[in-house]
């Protein structure tokens, strides 16, 4: 069916996966990346609460979630580039922000992933072609 079609894709261009490998890669990937491990699993809501009461703090979510990125991007391949490092830089200037009282309402802190079709400054946007594969915004 389509979704196997669309993963089979998006794993590895070059080799072919049946049905039991696709489904082995989807266990194995999920059981590494989200065994004892709440953030992963947490909605907007759940996160944006534990931000708010200060239980969680954006830096933990960010840096949780890229761990999972890391672990699953060279199988599934969601994301053409990861800005790791502008991403732990705001999760440190948000932090501090709650931390002074300057909580700005329940999306501050919640990391958020674009779509490689919106014009970003100085990352890649390809718009999945090979035609922009060196693109950037200035």
């Not at 059981?31 to 996160?47: D, G, K, P, R, V």
């Not at 991403?87 to 802190?109: R, V």
């Not at 970003?120 to 999945?128: A, E, R, Y």
């Amino acid at each position: 069916n389509k979704f196997y079609e669309n993963l089979i894709i998006s794993l590895d261009r070059d080799k072919v996966y049946n049905r039991e490998d696709i489904l082995n890669i989807i266990f194995v990937n999920f059981i590494q990346c989200w065994s004892n491990n709440s953030i992963n699993f947490m909605t907007i809501s759940e996160l944006s609460e534990n931000i708010r009461e200060k239980k969680l703090s954006p830096i933990e979510i960010v840096q949780e979630l890229l761990k999972t990125i890391k672990k699953l991007n060279p199988t599934n391949k969601s994301f053409i580039y990861i800005a790791e490092e502008e991403s732990i830089k705001e999760a440190h200037s948000i932090e501090k922000e709650i931390s002074s009282g300057n909580y700005k309402g329940p999306l501050h802190g919640i990391p958020i992933g674009l779509k490689d079709l919106y014009e970003t400054d100085n990352m890649p946007t390809t718009s999945g072609s090979v035609i922009f594969k060196d693109y950037q915004s200035r």
